[in-house]
């Protein structure tokens, strides 16, 4: 899903790798935006200030930030603004090219949000199914809260990564497909990438079997659509991980002309970014971006929020028993 922070500001109609200064721009924008206050008109407004010029904007100190106007000639921001303008873009790396500085802020953002979430968990978030937890042997209360605290995380992580990663191929060097395909319902292109005068119109998946029978049935009709209906155009399946040989049969023997139409792994992010091994810088820079986040690994910080329910369970439990506790679920 595009990032909704960027509504309104000017999404570029060229390849990203083509179309720098409106990637840049974005870039900046969404940035200032994480600051209490600046709105997107203001969070706008300094990214024009700064001329597309991604390395002054991150090495930008105090006085340069107060010397930006309104009209009037009143400062832009207030000093508290600035200050926390000044945190936001502190840990940001300086000179790498615009994708990569997408890429860790990207990879940031994602891991803030998913420490969040388990931060902010309790007892309340859940549905506990007791039926399960008898037919699992689920006997204790921190095996109720570990096996439920697991699944709650896991579905979260699972969902926010698939947008994240759609990002992360986006500002890798794709643009968002906003073509409507005449016919075609349901199934449609994530991203595009233009390489040589064609448009690739490209179906992202997470991973090698995330599809089924049905699905890869409306992706062979949406392909088969949109090169009739454009010319230059050809329709692939994107995969962000995974091999050729972990893919499941019921895309390999669905999808039409499937050696062809598929990008996986490695291959996909050579493909978008045009750059041989680019896997590896996503590597490096995804594995960078989490420095300073977390005090501890996010299983321990997991661990350590099951062991605070554990107590939570136990200061709601009138007998501390398990059973006393289920029965609060049926």
């Known amino acids: 899903m595009p990032d909704p922070r960027l509504n309104g500001f000017n999404v570029p109609d060229e390849n990203l790798i083509e179309g720098k200064e409106e990637n840049i721009e974005q870039f900046m924008a969404v940035v200032c935006m994480n600051v209490d206050g600046i709105g997107r008109a203001t969070a706008g407004a300094i990214a024009v200030d700064f001329e597309h010029d991604l390395q002054a904007f991150l ?3 105090k006085e340069r930030f107060s010397r930006i106007k309104k009209s009037s000639g009143a400062n832009l921001l207030r000093d508290g603004q600035i200050d926390a303008l000044l945190e936001a873009k502190d840990p940001i790396p300086r000179d790498r090219l615009i994708e990569e500085t997408w890429v860790f802020y990207l990879g940031r953002k994602f891991l803030q949000e ?3 979430m388990v931060q902010a ?8 199914n007791p039926l399960l937890a008898k037919a699992l042997t689920l006997d204790t209360p921190r095996k109720v809260i ?4 697991y699944q709650t995380v896991t579905r979260s992580v699972v969902t926010s990564w698939g947008n994240a990663v ?18 075609q319902t349901g199934t449609n292109f994530d991203l595009i990438k233009t390489i040589g005068g064609t448009d690739y119109y490209i179906q992202v998946k997470s991973g ?11 992706l062979n009709n949406a392909i088969a659509r949109i090169e009739q209906q454009r010319p230059n155009a050809q329709g692939i399946l994107g995969m962000t991980y995974g091999t050729r040989d972990r893919i499941s049969n019921q895309i390999t023997a669905n999808l039409n002309d499937a050696d062809t139409k598929m990008k996986i792994g490695r291959e996909f992010w050579d493909f978008i970014s045009e750059r041989e091994d680019y896997h590896k810088t996503l590597f490096e820079l995804l594995e960078a971006s989490s420095a300073g986040i977390l005090s501890e690994s ?5 661990e350590s929020k099951i ?3 554990e107590e939570q369970w136990e200061a709601r439990s009138t007998d501390g028993s398990i059973d006393d506790m289920l029965e609060n679920y049926i």
């Not at 968990?121 to 506990?128: E, M, R, V, W, Y």
């Not at 759609?166 to 497909?177: F, H, M, Q, R, V």
């Open 298 to 302: 996010f299983i321990d910080l997991i």
């Open 166 to 183: 759609e990002s992360l191929a986006k500002y890798s060097g794709c643009k968002d497909n906003d073509v409507a395909i005449e016919g």
């Open 208 to 218: 090698p079997n995330t599809m089924n029978v049905g699905m890869v049935t409306s």
């Open 307 to 309: 062991v605070e329910l």
């Open 121 to 128: 968990l309790s007892l309340d978030n859940f549905d506990i």
């Open 59 to 61: 090495n930008a100190d």
């Open 146 to 149: 570990a096996f439920n605290v």
């Open 114 to 116: 998913q420490a969040k």
